[in-house]
């Protein structure tokens, strides 16, 4: 059987935003519980939640996502209502961190299951990442920021998202080594994910595009952009 004779399972895509959103948000703080590192896009909110530990890595989250929705607008020179709706799907994002956070210490925590959780992690982001591309909907600012600037610039999302990944891991490491006297939160996981993520993210999305279509309805679709 061909690609052309597979049938697409439709989705809808506010409830693709909504699994992507939980999964995504247990994806980071599961990277980070594996030891291996925080996920790059979640770096430069945790590295100033450890040097700033008054306010948690949920509220830095949507504060660092703030800045790339502003960031956008900027680069677009235009307020878009979407980037703003992305804002809001960032805060529950934020949120979410924090609530995963609350359970996250009752795994296990030996060596095997901690490169376990890692691998788990790494295709949950993946899969997370490419599955919010395809719901139509404002996605995250972090995972906006990426594809955003991919259109804008007309430069391919993997070498947008490879790059984006890596300043802020080189962020993460100036603000932490220089505040803290010490690298903090970063690990060959860290690493590993920040220089190939992007390349994995499209293959989960060439596995979606297989497999499934998504539709939404007409009102919150003209928020996407």
């Known amino acids: ?63 660092f996502q703030g800045i790339l929705v502003l960031s956008l607008m900027f680069m677009r020179k235009q307020i878009v209502p979407s980037y703003l709706f992305s804002f809001v799907v960032g805060f529950f994002f934020g949120k979410l961190l924090d ?53 804008i610039t007309e430069i391919s999302y993997s070498k947008i998202k490879i790059g984006f990944d890596v300043s802020c891991l080189a962020l993460t490491a100036g603000l932490t080594f220089f505040c803290l006297h010490h690298i903090e939160g970063l690990g060959i996981g860290t690493i590993l994910a920040a220089f190939t993520m992007g390349k994995g993210v499209s293959i989960a999305g060439k596995i979606i595009d297989q497999k499934f279509a998504f539709e939404t309805f007409s009102v919150l679709q003209r928020l996407s952009v």
């Open 99 to 151: 609530l995963h956070e609350l359970w996250i210490k009752i795994l296990p925590t030996t060596l095997s299951m901690r490169i376990v959780y890692f691998i788990i992690s790494y295709v949950v982001i993946c899969f997370g990442i490419a599955l919010s591309n395809r719901c139509k909907l404002p996605i995250t600012p972090t995972d906006l920021f990426p594809r955003e600037v991919a259109d």
């Open 1 to 63: 059987m061909n690609l052309s004779q597979k049938k697409i399972v439709t989705l809808h895509g506010e409830l693709a935003l909504l699994f992507a959103v939980i999964i995504n948000s247990f994806g980071v703080v599961l990277m980070l519980y594996s030891g291996a590192g925080i996920s790059a896009i979640s770096s430069v909110p945790y590295a100033f939640s450890e040097v700033l530990p008054n306010l948690s890595l949920g509220t830095w989250t949507y504060i």
